[in-house]
């Protein structure tokens, strides 16, 4: 599929789109994190993404925090599940998050769970699990309107 022609972003240019003081309300409203088993093993991946029509910013976010973009129906999706790139990007925005502070809080910690420990190690098993009950539960109070409080 033949890239669309580049448009002017903001008046910023893409250098300032790209930034994560931009890009964490823009995760909030666009983007979204999953958690999903790698090859049917108990060890998961922490997946993001991110939709717009906006060709151009998200190319730009590819090209500084790595994943890969896909064309759905209407808009552009860019997706990551690289760990360490997931790790980066997710610490970056942050602080700049309000309603999805919580679960990315709970990812990043799954993250170093993944990249760290051992996934094999019982005890680490069943701390996964409950970062991951922990999650789940932030992600169903957002989705119902509610914030689950910090701790």
């Known amino acids: 599929m033949p890239k669309p022609k580049s448009v002017a972003l903001l008046s910023g240019g893409l250098d300032s789109c790209v930034e994560p003081a931009y890009l964490g309300p823009l995760f909030e409203g666009e983007g979204g994190i999953d958690l999903r088993e790698s090859h049917g093993q108990v060890c998961r991946l922490v997946d993001i993404n991110l939709s717009q029509k906006n060709w151009p910013l998200l190319n730009g976010v590819k090209e500084s925090y790595g994943g890969r973009l896909v064309h759905n129906a209407n808009c552009w999706q860019w997706r990551c599940n690289r760990t360490a790139d997931v790790i980066n990007f997710l610490t970056l925005i942050h602080p700049y998050t309000v309603m999805q502070f919580r679960e990315i809080?709970?990812?990043?910690?799954?993250?170093?769970?993944?990249?760290?420990?051992?996934?094999?190690?019982?005890?680490?098993?069943?701390?996964?699990?409950?970062?991951?009950?922990?999650?789940?539960?932030?992600?169903?109070?957002?989705?119902e309107g509610f914030m689950e409080p910090l701790q």
């Not at 993944?114 to 009950?133: H, M, P, S, V, W």
């Open 105 to 143: 809080e709970l990812a990043l910690r799954l993250c170093y769970l993944i990249l760290f420990c051992d996934g094999r190690n019982a005890q680490i098993q069943t701390f996964r699990l409950a970062i991951e009950k922990k999650f789940w539960a932030a992600k169903k109070l957002r989705k």
